[in-house]
């Protein structure tokens, strides 16, 4: 596994995670199929859970947040400027799920080493794909 030690450039795929109904299970799934640890971010991070292996942040677990959502991967792609990156998706036809927000977190996302996770914000293209747009700290 390859791990970084800077900010991904802009437009690069940098970081997943998936929501998913029965955490436990997905859990267990997930530790027994790819060898992942998991730890819990707690009750103020809604639970998420943060994937290891060798020691380093491979992707994001968490529950589904709003009924009806499908358990899906999420693809976060870096940015330089989240809301930028967000204007420019609506100007060319796709839409805003959640306006790009400050993340907290204690995770390597789409950074190097663990500082807060940045800003994000959920876009879909205009053919209804859905993707995160991910600005690490160092951006801010």
């Not at 994937?51 to 009806?68: F, K, L, S, W």
Request: proline share 9%; hydrophobic share 40%.
């Amino acid at each position: 596994m390859t791990v970084r030690t800077e900010p991904w450039p802009a437009g690069t795929p940098c970081w997943v995670d998936i929501s998913v109904p029965d955490l436990p299970a997905a859990t267990a799934f997930y530790s027994a199929v790819l060898g992942w640890e998991f730890t819990n971010a707690g009750e103020e991070y809604g639970n998420h859970h943060m994937a290891r292996t060798g020691g380093h942040a491979a992707a994001g677990m968490g529950p589904i947040m709003q009924e009806g959502r499908p358990t899906v991967w999420t693809v976060h792609v870096a940015s330089d400027d989240a809301g930028a990156t967000a204007k420019l998706v609506t100007e060319h036809g796709g839409n805003l799920m959640f306006d790009p927000m400050d993340v907290p977190g204690n995770g390597r996302m789409c950074v190097a080493l663990d500082p807060p996770f940045g800003r994000m914000g959920i876009v879909t293209d205009p053919f209804g794909a859905s993707f995160a747009v991910h600005q690490a700290p160092e951006a801010q």
